[in-house]
């Protein structure tokens, strides 16, 4: 048996939490696994942090140059964050011929292809289950469980505080500014939370996920993106009443030529959805293989130790198959520049919408928006009208059936050119 | 590259749909994964069952020692179910050198010892993926993917045609008896369902994830198993009324010293619980990991395509590991008889109950059952008393606080004494 060097870098939250299971189940890896794996090294440019955890025979230091530059280390793991030092490292690391373990999403997500060309060219390779999900085995699902099937599409609640915020939206009758205020004293969300808010990060976990999935680069920058700021508790409540929860969704879906099908919004699912009752933190996948049929993957998407106990199992599936060149074969064959793979147009997506109107109550206010969809060939499924709110308006809640973007983006449009609607009309598609 | 050649006894329904996944997928293998495997021979005592199978270049043939005596197979996958002939073809396999990949938990719940020590033996490795779960990762999960984890408890779902049944129950409101010969008719349960209502089938799938869990042997034939066969559509009923639902459970549970808790039986869920919204034929498996905390996987548990998924995403990582050493790592080390894990007996849980207790109807007959159990140290959290249903008697429902096993025998049997008690007593554990 060969004897593997880990180095880390960066001992914060996740890191600590690594260190801390390493600590744990060392004697496990050797007497239970035959592996012989030892952390060798640990850099972070705080001191005071390594006081605080079980380093053992660790050697601490705040140089990353003690890592990349130190040949018997074979293993990097790369927990420093952001997309612009942690870039260095990492391509640094793959440079020197060491694998890299790592839980950034926005850096793969972002600067994917140019890490992936780099591992390959150097014959090393990068695992980042940690970066999708934290202790949800999304990567190795679809790697590896689900290698046998063409996946048709992938529905994820992938992002722990707006499902947290929704949730407890829906639970206590409180607005999104009430519950974000009070996730934030509870740290359940960050103090600038837009990118969790604002859909960012999810952006990114489906951005890894689909690039993996069908073999190429799908590029961040390019997907429609929403956020959970504009849902209201109004809106909650009547997606509660017709039988539907709201959650952000990221959706990947193939399509029959048109481009795949990735995009991020909230939707709303029916109550009987496997996913509506996925509640507060907790994150899940939902595959669709063609031959598996229907998989979920559940549970806590973030934290010190659901995340650090995904990046050991990654640094342990490094190490199983260093001996072998299987890691390469498995990271690689996507993700390059050259295979970007073809988005379908937002406004071409054929979905059932929850459109809620804002409008002066007056008698036969419902006819001319019903009018307008009809010209635009939109169908109502059902009408909710409630009494009045305010001294003025009134909120008047269509379900549509399937109907194209494009027509429904018009007919919003025309809708709100009419004298009685006063307000922008919230719009949220209906995922079934 | 090396190339890998395959043989598949038993070709019916999942054989077949191994055959048609790799028909289907070849291509990706070869270009997609880099990897290089045929499959070279298919044997089935049954010859008609060829012409339906895309078998491409596989020769087909009725003989197993085509395969077993064939030196250029390295791999052979045994799909013909039961215990004993699929024995001998598994055990010829294994002293032949040849890696096996099997979907028949029976065979290795009964004789995985002696099945796990001559894989050991020959320097070989079983994989079994599609043995527990179909298409579900629940293997590949605990094996790799929670490796940095203590796994405190595992709860699952893991028979379709009992989850199935008691489904439609609920839905339906039917009895027991209607809802099999309707899954009956329906293909959704077997002409002998005994293995699948009476939790046998349940039993294999713990007995396995059990043995795996705990690095160890845990032999089906010790294990506590009640089946559905008993649940009324009365119990369905009152458990709705009372916020839960009934589902069949195969429980793992890590005690203080008192054994390993295995047991397999009906249990009330809470409606909120996330297995509680596991319906029809869906299987789940809800882990707890010291590090990750609850995960759950949720698919299909059976049938031709997601049984087969599973077992070629296993040819797949056997040909992945195969150059290194590291299959013998992964699948030894546990389930060797010699190191079987000493069980809980039944009697010693703690755990609350729902009890139906068919009473003479009468003023005051509530009073002696309240007061054997509280002599028994059991307490009430709630009491339901419906009206009567025949001429003769009523239905008293209670709810216990946590209450040990052995002290609510007891007091079973004192109350079954009274003479206002008719029949027997219907009991089924509560799960938080």
Redesign the interface.
């Known amino acids: 048996v060969s004897h593997f060097n880990v180095g880390l870098i960066g001992a914060g939250t996740v890191g600590g ?1 690594v260190v801390k ?1 390493i600590h744990h ?1 060392e004697g496990f890896f050797t007497n ?4 012989s794996i030892s952390l060798k090294r640990i850099v972070d440019k705080r001191k005071d942090r390594f006081a605080e955890l079980p380093v053992g025979s660790a050697v601490c230091s705040q140089d990353p140059d003690d890592i990349l530059k130190d040949d018997s280390i074979q293993i990097v793991i790369e927990l420093v964050g952001g997309t612009t030092f942690a870039k260095d490292l990492v391509l640094a690391a793959l440079a020197a011929g060491k694998h890299v373990v790592t839980a950034n999403k926005a850096l793969l997500a972002i600067h994917g292809p140019e890490i992936f060309e780099t591992a390959e060219k150097n014959g090393v390779s990068v695992y980042f ?1 940690a970066a999708v999900g ?4 999304a990567i ?2 679809i790697r ?6 063409d996946i048709s599409s992938v529905k994820t609640i992938i992002n722990g505080t707006c499902n947290y915020i929704l949730t407890r939206m829906e639970r206590d009758n409180h607005s999104f500014e009430d519950v974000l205020r009070e996730a934030q004293k509870n740290g359940f969300a960050e103090s600038d939370p837009t990118m969790d808010i604002e859909g960012g990060d999810t952006g990114h976990k489906v951005a890894i996920m689909a690039s993996l999935l069908y ?1 190429g680069y799908v590029p961040f920058e390019k997907l429609p993106i929403e956020g959970v700021s504009r849902i209201t508790d109004q809106d909650i409540a009547y997606a509660k009443e017709l039988g539907y929860r709201i959650k952000l969704l990221g959706i990947i879906k193939q399509t029959d030529g048109r481009g795949l099908d990735v995009r991020i919004h909230p939707a709303m699912l029916p109550l ?1 959805h ?1 996913l509506a ?3 507060n933190e ?1 994150n ?1 996948v939902l595959l669709e ?12 998407g973030a ?1 010190e ?2 995340t ?3 990046v ?2 990654d640094v ?2 490094v190490v ?2 260093l ?4 890691p390469l ?2 990271s690689m ?1 996507f993700y390059s520049r050259g295979n970007e793979i073809p988005l379908q147009a937002l406004d071409e997506i054929t979905t059932r919408y929850y459109l809620r109107f804002t409008v002066v109550e007056r008698p036969k206010v419902l006819a001319p928006i019903a009018a307008i969809l009809g010209d635009h060939g939109i169908s109502i499924a059902s009408v909710v009208q409630k009494e009045r709110q305010s001294a003025e308006t009134v909120s008047v809640v269509i379900l549509t059936y399937p109907a194209l973007d494009s027509n429904l983006q018009r007919a919003i449009a025309e809708i709100e050119d009419l004298d009685a609607v006063r307000k922008k009309t919230q719009v949220i598609r209906i995922e079934e």
Do not use: H, W
Request: proline share 3%; aromatic share 4%; glycine share 18%.
């Open positions: 939490g299971i189940q239970g696994l035959g592996l289950e934290g202790g949800m085995p190795k699902t590896e469980a689900m290698i046998a099937n073999g009987d496997i009752s996925v509640a907790f899940a293989g063609d031959s598996v049929g229907q998989i979920l993957l559940y549970g806590k934290g130790l659901p650090a106990s995904a050991v199992s342990i599936d199983r198959n001996e072998s060149d299987t074969r498995i064959g």
